[in-house]
């Protein structure tokens, strides 16, 4: 059995309270919330990376 992630939540222009609480959910589950936060730029990843250089590069 896969499991898929649910997609990111989509502001359709109702209920930004709510929304945004999602959308920084979403973000920090995915480890992104520190790019929005401290305003920087994710190094890209190599093509073609292997699993353990994709949860370094998460980790970074």
């Known amino acids: 059995m896969s499991f898929t992630p649910p997609p990111p939540p989509v502001f ?3 209920n930004y309270h709510i929304w945004v609480v999602k959308m920084k ?3 920090q ?5 520190n790019v929005i936060e401290n305003d920087i730029e994710p190094p890209p ?3 073609n990376p292997t699993i353990a250089q994709m949860r370094q590069h998460s980790e970074e």
């Open 25 to 27: 959910t979403y973000l």
């Open 45 to 47: 990843l190599m093509a």
């Open 29 to 33: 589950a995915h480890n992104l919330w």
């Open 12 to 14: 359709t222009g109702k």
